[in-house]
């Protein structure tokens, strides 16, 4: 095979790689910044090396993890000084058209639609471990082997499987307290309703006494610095919000959670709502205002 081949080989896995890296980072940016190191480690091999390669992507793969939970470490570090409430990157549908729709100039290349890149699941993931979380991306989500992955995590066989089973249980516990998307949707539709009613009594009977609110502005754009908890708290911050600034329109939008909204201020996305439905009512509302997180909705 020539090193042109398996330049070429190389290059048609960008977009596995960013499926990949941004399960296990959260943010687009973050993706991008590792699947851009993993091609520049694959350049500095010299020919002989790449010659000796027999599967590009096995190989790109391996990279790419490895240099992803290098990056989950020092994340971890940079989140301590996060201004306010750090979530991860809402994705929009849109983003999950068949490859061959594709117009090439979307950041995550088109990734298959799937729950492993919800803001739910994204959630759950980051109150893993690096290696929890590597693990669990490269054989639950992309099935890739015990044996490769122990290579990537520098770990046997027997504490990847390990790793594996206490992250599936998170996951599944996660999963345990969430409904089917047919009543998530009828529950999120009560809700806008009730938002729109502009009345206390009605948004507070579709929230659970104990929902959560996240909002995450970044530092750029204002938000709750604290999570608001409680169903009369987070209904009058929501009512309050609205009635400062009428001029933001809510949209209904379909998102990897189900039905969510978008923000909308002189024709852009300001803001994308997910909702987490328990059985009747919502749960968590997240709130991803930071603009930084918003590239692909724009």
Not at 88 to 93: K, L, T
Request: aromatic letters at 6%; a negative charge; glycine letters at 6%.
């Amino acid at each position: 095979m020539t090193d042109e081949t398996l330049d070429d080989e190389a290059i048609a896995e960008r977009r596995h790689l960013v499926s990949l890296a941004f399960r296990m980072l959260g943010t687009v940016a973050e993706a991008e910044d590792a699947v851009q190191e993993t091609y520049v480690r694959w350049y500095r091999l010299s020919d002989q090396e790449r010659a000796s390669i027999v599967s590009p992507r096995a190989w790109l793969t391996r990279a790419a993890s490895r240099i992803c939970l290098d990056m989950l470490g020092s994340a971890r570090a940079r989140r301590e000084s996060y201004v306010g409430e750090w979530l991860p990157e809402p994705v929009p549908v849109s983003a999950f058209a068949a490859p061959q729709e594709s117009d090439g100039l979307d950041p995550l290349d088109r990734v298959s639609l799937d729950d492993s890149v919800s803001s739910a699941l994204l959630t759950v993931l980051e109150s893993m471990t690096p290696a929890e979380r590597v693990v669990f991306v490269l054989h639950e989500v992309f099935a890739v082997p015990f044996r490769e992955v122990a290579e990537v995590v520098g770990r046997t066989d027997a504490a990847c499987r390990q790793l594996a089973a206490s992250a599936r249980r998170r996951v599944q516990s996660a999963g345990a307290r969430r409904v089917s998307r047919e009543e998530h949707d009828r529950v999120v539709w009560a809700f806008a309703v009730a938002a729109q009613s502009g009345r206390l009594d009605e948004l507070v009977a579709v929230l659970d006494p104990e929902v959560v609110l996240r909002s995450d502005g970044g530092g750029h754009v204002s938000a709750a610095r604290r999570p608001v908890v409680g169903a009369d708290r987070v209904a009058r911050f929501l009512l309050g919000t609205a009635s400062k600034r009428p001029e933001v329109q809510l949209r209904p939008q379909q998102t990897p959670d189900g039905l969510g909204f978008v923000m909308w201020l002189d024709a852009r996305i300001i803001g994308v709502v997910t909702l987490e439905v328990g059985e009747g009512s919502v749960r968590e509302v997240r709130l991803v205002l930071n603009p930084e997180k918003l590239s692909l909705w724009n």
